[in-house]
Every structure is written in structure tokens, then in C-alpha cells.
């Protein structure tokens, strides 16, 4: 009996130092390391209702269920509304699914229009908190479930979305000239003359139609639009602007958006005090006093 239970022990031995970590060896007998697909969660956030969330890290979401999948799905719809379906459509162009730490984030663009028109959707489980990031027409449309202050924004989302805003002209990123050239003279949208209006059917933003359709499309959205004339580029004739406000869809951290079109070119920016946005050479000089310029 002392024999056979000897033997037995050896056998183990040996077959302990033959295999791999995860029972598995090669047929010369060396060890094998196989990582498992499932890794455990952290206990930071294994508590959160979409901790599950974490499983899809490396995979495309239009190969899987990630945006049917609920809470998610029901939370996401919420938080974005009747934009829901325009938001993940722009999305369509993607990278794989990051899953990092105790977060969790795709981004991708509108097929054909990558840098134009782009979503970012964050998902941070320790504070139970999504975000929904959405470029258009220069700048980034912030949806958070939980408030969040300029500064608090995660650092994933800030480099995705702050190189758009700096390219466009955030109010931090112009030219300082505290110079203003005059004011604006803003007209609500239904009472502006026919010849304001009409203009922004000659001017185009992009790839997404004329200025015209942009507001026509900003009002479906819920916004309240604005117009005003004045000669920015200094050539005698008036350009026009447009202002979209009281909406989330146009509307972020930073502030509501601005347009303006004058002689072929334009610029964009947000602004938190856009009554205090004034005329300046060769552009609008924001309430913070930063020049940005038409280009």
C-alpha cells in the first residue's frame, strides 16, 4: 500500500511539471501558457450593473450584441433620445471595444467622413456614469448620464474630442485680439428677412449640405436659431451667422454653437455668453476676447 501511494505521488510530480498553467502541454513536454478569455473583473466595479460590459474589450460592436445589450441599451437610449439612432449610425466606422482598468470606450466615424463627423461613447463603471461624445460641423456634442464640469471629463474623451475643438477654434485656442469691430444684431429665425435666409442656401458646410438644411435641421433637433449679417471679411458685402441654442444636440461643456459664412469662407466655435460675441477683423472675437478667424 506504501508503495502504490508513493508511486502515485511521483506520477503527480511529474505531471505537474509537463503541463501548463492551465492544464495543458506541448508534445516535447514544455509548459504552455494560455491566457483565459474571461478575466475577472475588478472589485471596483464587479458591483456595476454593466461591469458586464468589460467581456466585449478587443471586439467590434457590430459583431456582437454591445449596443443591444441591456441596461446598457436602455440607459444608452435614454441618455441620447431621439438622437439615438443618428449618434450610433455616425459610429459605423469603428476600432475594436477598449476595455481598460475599470472603463470601457469605442469610437469611430461616418463612413466617408472621418474627422468631420465622429462618435465617442465611454462608459467609466466605477462611477456608473455613460458619456456620449458627437462631432459635427466642428465641434463635440457632450451627453452625460451624471453632470460633469469642464475639467472633470475623462482623459480618453478630452484627447478624442479636444483636437477637434482646437481645430475648429475653440474659445482657447484663437488668436488674442481683444479688438471688436462692432456688434451683431440678432434676429430670431421666423422673423428674419427672406434675403438672410435665403443667403444660407448658397453657402455649404462640408459634406453636410448647405447652411440652410443645417438649420432646418437644428430646429427639427429641438434648437431655437438665431441669425445676424455683418461684414466680416471687410469685401462691403455682409456675411451671415447663425446661433443654435436651448438644445443638448448643439450644445456642450463649452458652451452653444456659432457659425459664421462670409465670402467663401467660415468658421465655427462655441461660446458660453454668445450675446457677448462681437465682430472683429477678419472674424468674431468670442466673449473670452480670442479672435477666431474665417478660413
Known amino acids: 500500500m ?11 510530480l511529474l505531471t505537474a511539471c509537463t503541463q501548463g498553467p492551465s492544464g495543458t502541454s506541448d508534445d516535447d513536454g514544455t509548459a504552455t501558457d494560455t491566457v483565459s478569455s474571461e478575466q475577472p473583473l475588478g472589485s471596483e466595479d464587479a458591483d456595476s450593473p ?7 474589450g478587443g471586439k467590434m460592436s457590430f459583431q456582437t450584441d454591445f449596443f443591444e445589450s441591456e441596461p446598457f441599451n436602455t440607459r444608452l437610449k435614454a441618455l441620447l433620445g431621439n438622437k439615438h439612432k443618428a449618434i450610433l449610425r455616425d459610429l459605423s466606422v469603428q476600432g475594436p471595444i477598449a476595455a481598460e482598468g475599470g472603463t470601457v470606450s469605442v469610437h469611430g466615424c461616418r463612413p466617408h467622413n472621418c474627422g ?3 462618435t465617442m461613447v465611454y462608459v467609466d463603471l466605477a462611477t456608473e456614469n455613460i458619456l456620449v461624445g ?34 475648429i477654434g475653440k474659445t482657447t485656442g484663437g488668436v488674442k485680439d481683444t479688438v471688436a469691430t462692432g456688434k451683431f444684431v440678432w ?17 455649404r458646410s462640408g459634406n453636410e449640405g448647405t447652411g ?4 432646418l435641421e437644428a430646429m427639427e433637433e429641438g434648437c431655437s436659431v438665431l441669425l445676424a449679417q455683418h461684414d466680416l471679411n471687410g469685401d462691403g458685402k455682409p456675411g ?6 436651448d438644445c443638448s444636440f448643439y450644445c ?26 462681437r465682430p472683429g477683423k477678419g472674424g468674431v472675437v468670442t466673449s473670452q476676447g480670442v479672435l477666431i478667424p474665417l478660413q
Not at 266 to 276: G, H, I, M, S, V
Open 2 to 12: 506504501r508503495n502504490k501511494l508513493h508511486t502515485t505521488l511521483i506520477c503527480l
Open 252 to 277: 456642450g461643456s463649452a458652451g452653444c454653437n456659432m457659425v459664421a459664412y462670409d465670402g467663401g469662407r467660415k468658421l465655427y466655435f462655441n461660446d458660453q455668453e454668445p450675446n457677448a460675441a
Open 50 to 56: 454593466l461591469a458586464y460590459l468589460k467581456e466585449y
Open 187 to 203: 434676429v430670431e429665425w421666423k422673423r428674419a428677412p427672406e434675403i438672410m435666409r435665403n443667403a444660407l442656401k448658397k453657402v
Open 212 to 215: 440652410y438644411e443645417l438649420v
Open 116 to 118: 468631420e463627423v465622429e
Open 134 to 167: 458627437y462631432l459635427q460641423d466642428g465641434f463635440v456634442s457632450a451627453f452625460n448620464e451624471h453632470p460633469l464640469v469642464e475639467g472633470q471629463y475623462p482623459k480618453t474623451f478630452t484627447e478624442w474630442a479636444g483636437k477637434h475643438l482646437i481645430k
Open 240 to 245: 451671415v451667422l447663425v446661433r443654435n441654442e
